[in-house]
């Protein structure tokens, strides 16, 4: 059976601290639902693939917000990893 995942990209702003970085990744990759994350250091931006039906693009959008960075939400598509 072949989940439908969806893929949901994020940058964070003024991020200049690689371990915060992982620590931020590490803290979603923890979070029901979320499958993959990927993080592009130089610019900041958090790709998630996630289960829609176990976590939502907002509740993903909430958690990064805690951080205490501001959140842009680049862009939402199905995925296919």
């Known amino acids: 059976m072949s989940e439908k995942l969806k893929r949901a990209a994020f ?11 992982s620590f931020i990744k590490e803290s979603l990759a923890r979070q029901r639902g979320v499958k993959t994350v990927n993080v592009n250091v130089l610019l900041s931006i958090f790709y998630i693939d996630y289960s829609p039906d176990e976590v939502s693009e907002d509740e993903l959008e909430k958690l990064l917000n805690r951080s205490g960075y ?3 939400k680049l862009y939402s598509l199905k995925s296919n990893p």
Do not use: S
């Open 11 to 21: 940058q964070l702003l003024d991020i200049d601290c690689a371990t915060c970085g």
């Open 70 to 72: 501001k959140v842009l």
